[in-house]
């Protein structure tokens, strides 16, 4: 049996895609082991999540550091500690660098509550809202130097309901974060992923060219 891909995991917050993760592994849905949990913030609730379940963690406050990169350079000492492969970023409110993207080439993942290139930045359930979307969704990709840029893995959409606000819509989507994320790992754990430009293909992974999603739903009835 393969070894467990070694994932780092990097937050800022409460830490619902680490866990979601946790469950995963657990469950042997996802082949990989978590070999740390690291934040920026000391009261991060991710950070107790990674206690509860034995999950080594480390806490690097980025104000004690001169810049970005010298920021990135600690990450990147703790997580070759940690014997990292994947580093995965889980409301990670922080902007890598090349120091952290240059150590793990191709080898590092976000996610985001948007069908990206829409909505990019902070708040997109809002900005989605406000544009008067009929659709949003969620994004895992690959990060490069720009935000929320980078080649993308997966997509799922979600509708947007006549009567969501933002945390009703948030809800919905994190329930797709969850999946969406623990799929996208296993597809790397597998060796199932190549990039190619910014295309990113997945070997063997199912494909509907009649799938859609409307919304709000379209009659099925069609003009003679």
Same mark, same amino acid.
């Given at each position: 049996?393969?070894?467990?891909?070694?994932?780092?995991?990097?937050?800022?917050?409460?830490?619902?895609?680490?866990?979601?993760?946790?469950?995963?592994?657990?469950?042997?849905?996802?082949?990989?082991?978590?070999?740390?949990?690291?934040?920026?913030?000391?009261?991060?609730?991710?950070?107790?999540?990674?206690?509860?379940?034995?999950?080594?963690?480390?806490?690097?406050?980025?104000?004690?550091?001169?810049?970005?990169?010298?920021?990135?350079?600690?990450?990147?000492?703790?997580?070759?500690?940690?014997?990292?492969?994947?580093?995965?970023?889980?409301?990670?409110?922080?902007?890598?660098?090349?120091?952290?993207?240059?150590?793990?080439?191709?080898?590092?993942?976000?996610? @985001?509550?948007?069908?990206?290139?829409?909505?990019?930045?902070?708040?997109?359930?809002?900005?989605?809202?406000?544009?008067?979307?009929?659709?949003?969704?969620?994004?895992?990709?690959?990060?490069?130097? @720009?935000?929320?840029?980078?080649?993308?893995?997966?997509?799922?959409?979600?509708?947007?309901?006549?009567?969501?606000?933002?945390?009703?819509?948030?809800?919905?989507?994190?329930?797709?974060?969850?999946?969406?994320?623990?799929?996208?790992?296993?597809?790397?754990?597998?060796?199932?992923?190549?990039?190619?430009?910014?295309?990113?293909?997945?070997?063997?992974?199912?494909?509907?060219?009649?799938?859609?999603?409307?919304?709000?739903?379209?009659?099925?009835?069609?003009?003679?």
């Amino acid at each position: 049996m393969a070894r467990p891909l070694a994932l780092g995991v990097l937050l800022s917050g409460g830490g619902t895609n680490l866990q979601a993760l946790i469950d995963a592994i657990a469950a042997r849905a996802l082949d990989a082991r978590i070999g740390v949990v690291v934040s920026n913030q000391a009261a991060a609730g991710g950070l107790a999540r990674a206690r509860t379940h034995g999950i080594p963690s480390v806490v690097v406050p980025h104000g004690d550091f001169p810049s970005r990169a010298a920021f990135d350079t600690r990450l990147v000492e703790v997580l070759h500690a940690h014997g990292v492969e994947l580093v995965v970023l889980a409301g990670f409110m922080r902007l890598v660098t090349p120091v952290l993207l240059g150590a793990f080439p191709a080898r590092v993942l976000n996610i @985001h509550p948007a069908l990206l290139p829409s909505f990019p930045g902070l708040h997109a359930e809002r900005q989605a809202l406000e544009h008067g979307a009929r659709v949003t969704g969620v994004t895992v990709h690959f990060v490069d130097e @720009h935000a929320d840029h980078g080649p993308i893995i997966l997509q799922i959409a979600v509708p947007i309901l006549p009567d969501d606000d933002e945390e009703r819509l948030h809800l919905r989507i994190q329930r797709q974060e969850h999946r969406a994320y623990a799929q996208a790992i296993q597809w790397i754990a597998e060796g199932r992923i190549r990039i190619d430009g910014r295309h990113v293909l997945v070997d063997g992974a199912p494909i509907d060219a009649d799938a859609t999603l409307a919304s709000p739903g379209v009659s099925q009835r069609t003009s003679s």
